[in-house]
DNA sequence: CTGAAAGCGCTTACAG
DNA sequence: CTGAAAGCGCTTACAG
């Protein structure tokens, strides 16, 4: 049978608020009774009940991750366990747990999140994602649902909390970089402009480019759809224009691989013919042929924050919103080389 | 205010026990109840509360998914987020949660665990990995939890469900695909001996090579700790041998990448000089270099099987324990070459 | 410092 | 086909 607080009220000869005062080991409840209780509860075996304990103190322990439908390039992208892991630390330092969404569609993702908050199966959301006029977080907010974003939301940045890298900046000074190298000719191959972040990236790209007076061409943009119905295509195309890039800026070290694998196989070497750049910092970029030179973005940090500033606004409500940027390295590798 | 099973009630003039059976849509009420029902339900905005509903009906509807701890050979692995993708597919299939717990050492595991357990958070766990003598495996199957382990178990394996690949047979093969080759000297690189999974495939390596009648060099494994203090070392302890390998089993892509790029940079070519085959098939691994002979195991599978069968013995409870084998594809790519 | 009582929002025999 | 009542295992004012 299951060993319940009246359980050990009895055994104890104490009330079972008694006990459900030991358990919060409240400050009101004197060391020796605290001392006995415990000991019947190490007796007994007794272990809380959850579901009990949430509904009575209208607080769950536990908060929801969301991830974005699989449909983001690369579910098989390392970004989720390492955030994970971020967010998961934070979390069961304070006790929480973690209560996990992955719709395979935006509206899957939209209907588990209402649930998930109409029926108080969490106390919070962290959202691992910002895409542009998301039905998911326009939810979140108008409910006035505790919540954080991992990136930058698209609208209504001032009022809603969340943890991101300065991803306009970092993307400037990469294609900086690469100006100073003397490329002229650069590409920027970038995840689906659904996500803030690659808008995010792309305007630090353009950025670059016209403070160095280099004029921005529609050519130079590659976007997901195109490289994951055919990567092949999408970078054969892009290096038969008339005027080819020189350099490419990458959203992504997987994408980054998949294009050096093709570029390889058209006859154009990295970095010799061509520098790349790119994000994640991926365990693997260090051993990548070349060594890849990528931004390490600290995904675990961004996860940990989250997680931190998320459980803050749970504790105190009128918490105000806020923005935490997580610094970013730049980690120079092999794969970029001064234009000959 | 929060809208209760006894507001619809009042509002549409039944019982809040029709309520909730309209909720669980038994077959017991007419659809003219019903049908007014769910207009209240709707027009008051109702939502079911879940921790109530759990504590009613001690059911939780949420399963719980047990990552190894983060020491395991590369959190970064794809593994993790393709598993979870078959389990979060099947799960949500049937309407069921999830809820993770990600210890950082054993005994966090185990604590999360038990607490999960017994404090009735989930219905039902998925243990994501298989290691020797494990306590959490041990506590699971003594308090005649509903679990399924995605591996095989240690011990007892007839008295647990589980879900794995034939991995003792596959790594004869793919060791036997070697021996084809002409390659005497097979070194196995692997992951923890305290894994099941590490164990078995060492297993079918060593059955490969007594079956062609090939001595098995002690000096020919290397293991996880030892390549993760120092993989470089690792692989040149390997070839600094008087005779050494011509051919390597590898348990990962990921580690396959990282031997790869270490030989290179001691002048030694993939395929040409050794050669490679390895497990998991990653993304990636299509567009190594060279391509990577890969053994795909099937994750996604593996986790929604996994999680068909978790849920299968939740709700029959005398379920007979079994075992699912999920077959794998062997990926012929670049890595492997005749021997010279 | 401790207890009796009400209540969190549901489900489920039991009765009709 | 529907309702009244008890109960799931806790917490938390309120009272002393």
Chains 1, 2 share one sequence.
Do not use: W
Request: hydrophobic content about 35%.
């Amino acid at each position: 049978m299951i060993v319940t607080i009246k359980d050990v009220a009895k055994k104890a000869n104490v009330a079972p608020s008694t006990v459900s005062r030991v358990i919060a080991n409240s400050p009101r409840i004197s060391e020796k009774t605290k001392k006995k209780v415990r000991e019947v509860m190490e007796e007994l075996g007794y272990h809380p009940n959850f579901q009990a304990r949430s509904l009575a103190a209208k607080s769950t322990q536990a908060i929801g991750v969301i991830m974005p439908n699989s449909a983001y390039y690369a579910f098989q992208n390392p970004f989720f366990p390492e955030v994970l892991r971020g967010i998961s630390t934070s979390a069961h330092d304070n006790k929480y747990g973690i209560y996990l969404s992955t719709g395979s569609t935006e509206d899957e993702i939209y209907n588990e999140v209402t649930s998930m908050v109409l029926g108080r199966r969490v106390d919070g959301v962290i959202l691992l994602y910002s895409r542009i006029n998301d039905k998911t977080m326009n939810f979140l907010q108008s409910s006035n649902f505790p919540f954080v974003v991992v990136g930058r939301p698209d609208e209504h940045d001032e009022r809603i909390s969340y943890v991101d890298n300065d991803n306009i900046f970092i993307t400037k000074q990469v294609t900086n970089y690469l100006i100073d190298l003397g490329h002229q000719n650069i590409a920027f191959v970038g995840g689906s402009t659904d996500f803030v972040v690659t808008v995010d990236r792309l305007n630090g790209y353009k950025l670059a480019l016209k403070d160095a007076g280099i004029s921005f061409k529609k050519e130079y943009m590659v976007f997901e759809d195109f490289i994951k119905e055919n990567g092949r295509k999408a970078i054969e195309s892009l290096m038969n224009l008339n005027d080819p890039p020189t350099a490419l800026v990458t959203q992504d070290d997987l994408i980054a691989y998949e294009m050096i694998s093709h570029l390889e196989d058209m006859g154009i070497r990295v970095p010799q013919d061509i520098s790349i750049v790119s994000f994640n910092n991926l365990m693997l970029s260090e051993h990548s042929k070349p060594p890849l030179t990528s931004i390490d973005i600290c995904i675990y940090q961004l996860g940990f924050e989250a997680t931190k500033c998320l459980l803050e606004k749970i504790s105190i409500p009128d918490t105000l919103p806020k923005r935490i940027t997580i610094p970013t390295k730049f980690i120079e590798r092999k794969s970029c080389e001064q234009k000959k």
